[in-house]
């Protein structure tokens, strides 16, 4: 059955019946608005959009994990100011020839992401459109917590990485290359593990800055160097090649580092610390926040590919 | 100068550099997410996607009036909750042929429109896409009111209207038919005037439901029907029609009322009140809610065209 045939009413009926709700959904889908628990008195909110062809295709990724991986970039986000992410909301613009059935996969990836962090999908919209999007806002709430901004760092500050980087990235190199495997990479880049609990704990740490990696490690310790008036040095042993990336990086003619370094889409966190900070194991010093202003390796500028821009 | 030719980053600081923040923007575009006052420790949120050449024509309306239209649809359905909005958030996709300066007026239009109730665009994301694609969520406070949702109508309340309905669709019916007069028509359906105080007021004067009208009265007021479990009938006989659309609908061969009753995009705002309120002038009865189900106009099942499916 495809939208077209169920209708705009039928299909949101059918995807609505596939939430839950998690606690702080005080009122969900079916009228005006959703109503959101907000118990810091502020809430914390972000959006960010797919596109089919620019930011996933059906052939590499399947509903659920397009669902997921649309969860996780917002869930990500929250987590990267520190708070905690209390609800979704959905824009889905939908090829009229579109099987429901992908509709209702996207919609379980959502719910499933979310829940994985007490989060629900709380609303949407739904709309045809030649060009299949999801546009997801997420919020959140910081706990009395002051958000974690790009802009605090300060020469002398640690840098430190919740989660890892290249993973998915180098299951996405596999997958334009027409290979469905190593498995532990594609499922990497269909489905990312974010470290969604190391956001709050890293405010608790008092942190300066936080920023969610998904435009990729470099290209997002920029902006916080940018935002915060300094520059940022990576130190490149702090990351070890794991086996698998490093098999699939030679057999594919690829510098590992550059998946590492550059790749986006594991929506890892990254953030600076004052060095007296105690960071557990979940936050890795992966370099320093240094004088002056841009990201260097090892004090010298990174030859390898730069981030992503979604225009170009 | 295109947005491909300017990048994503580029244009995201060409497009903030034109937004004002309000009194409820505690932390604006540029980070992760931006923070939101939610005083009332609940938010009621909202998401509605524009799709070009579905609900929007770049020949029919400008980048401005686009940006107000999109506004005006999220903030109506916040105000339909009894709340007061707070924050715009936009996820924009946009053909990279598009001239940046489009962007630029759809962000005009939509901080404008937003001022009028004293919110703002606080955050967003934006993408390259063959479709142009607008989707906005709304936040907005309840005030300490409790959110007036669709379910609470009883027969015997009387149903009421703030604002007006048929203007948007008379206006969109003289474009479709390629005419750019009477302006007073065509500017209804580009810029709606909504009552979003009448929204607040509503609920502080006992609404036992209320609904942002959208799809069009009748289908509205079928929503408001359904899930209260009780029929609604509407007075033929409130409506006068205005000279202007009298006029029109004579030139063009419509039934003024299938505009009024029918006609969506105007995004008045209809309630039910318990009969002893005392109704302001802001709130004119057009029915009332009766024992059943449906929507009957004069008792009887209305013939004309019904509201809108965005899938068919």
């Not at 824009?91 to 919609?107: R, S």
Request: with cysteine.
């Amino acid at each position: 059955m495809t939208v077209a045939g169920v209708g705009e009413f039928g299909l949101i009926d059918r995807v609505t019946a596939r939430l839950t709700h998690g606690g702080s959904c005080l009122l969900g889908p079916g009228d005006d608005g959703a109503v959101v628990a907000a118990p810091d008195r502020r809430v914390v909110a972000s959006t960010d959009v797919l596109v089919e062809g620019r930011h996933f295709r059906r052939d590499w990724s399947g509903a659920a994990d397009v669902g997921h991986r649309a969860a996780a970039a917002n869930l990500a986000d929250i987590a990267a100011m520190g708070a905690t992410p209390t609800a979704l909301l959905v824009a889905l613009c939908l090829p009229a020839d579109l099987d429901t059935a992908w509709a209702e996969g996207l919609a379980d990836g959502l719910g499933a992401e979310a829940a994985t962090v007490g989060a629900s999908v709380v609303g949407g919209d739904m709309s045809a459109s030649p060009t299949l999007t999801i546009a997801v806002t997420a919020l959140g709430d910081l706990g009395g917590r002051a958000p974690v901004v790009r802009s605090g760092a300060r020469p002398g500050d640690v840098v430190a990485l919740a989660g890892r980087t290249g993973w998915a990235a180098a299951g996405l190199t596999v997958l334009s290359r027409g290979f469905r495997t190593p498995r532990l990479l594609v499922e990497a880049y269909r489905r990312p593990e974010v470290p969604y609990a190391a956001g709050p704990h890293a405010a608790r740490l008092g942190a300066t800055a936080m920023i969610d990696i998904s435009d990729g490690l470099l290209a997002d310790l920029g902006h916080v160097a940018k935002a915060s008036g300094v520059g940022v040095d990576v130190h490149r042993d702090a990351f070890e090649v794991p086996r698998q990336m490093r098999d699939a990086a030679q057999a594919l003619g690829v510098d590992p580092y550059s998946w590492i370094l550059a790749g986006g889409d594991d929506h890892a966190l990254a953030a600076t610390f004052p060095r007296s900070a105690a960071l557990p194991a979940e936050w890795r010093p992966i370099g320093r926040v240094v004088e002056g202003e841009g990201v260097t390796v090892d004090g010298a500028a990174y030859d390898g590919p730069a981030g992503w821009d979604h225009f170009r």
